[in-house]
């Protein structure tokens, strides 16, 4: 059974930084092939898509984290990041972890990320 632990949230000061990470794990799963996803969801709205890696390596972002945040991952760790600088109060939500192969998909646990004085 395919686990996605995210890791890294908390709070942080308006133009400070973190790095989220997901550890993947179970059977044969790797995060190198299939597209790994970062989605964050704030209260009373829907969860939306803001950066996505895929398998060949091309990156993605929503305009509002566009040259601020950056996808990445360690294909030996099988681990993907998302290392996210200066960080706004827009920035505040729960960040979801995501998996996807054109047969299956996955999602993490969820991790909080505060933004605030």
């Known amino acids: 059974q395919v686990q996605l632990v995210e890791s890294g949230g908390g709070l942080v000061q308006p133009g400070g930084s973190l790095r989220l990470s997901c550890k993947a794990s179970?059977?044969?799963?790797?995060?190198?092939?299939?597209?790994m996803g970062w989605y964050r969801q704030v209260p009373g709205k829907a969860r939306e898509l803001i950066a996505a890696?895929?398998?060949?390596?091309?990156?993605g972002y929503r305009d509002v984290v566009k040259a601020r945040f950056t996808i990445s991952r360690d294909d030996a760790e099988n681990v993907a990041f998302l290392q996210m600088n200066n960080l706004g109060p827009d920035d505040t939500g729960v960040y979801y972890c995501?998996?996807?192969?054109?047969?299956?998909?996955?999602w993490g646990q969820g991790t909080q990320v505060t933004v605030s004085w």
């Open positions: 890696l895929t398998s060949g390596g091309r990156a």
């Open positions: 179970g059977s044969a799963f790797r995060v190198a092939a299939v597209t």
């Open positions: 995501h998996a996807s192969s054109p047969s299956e998909q996955f």
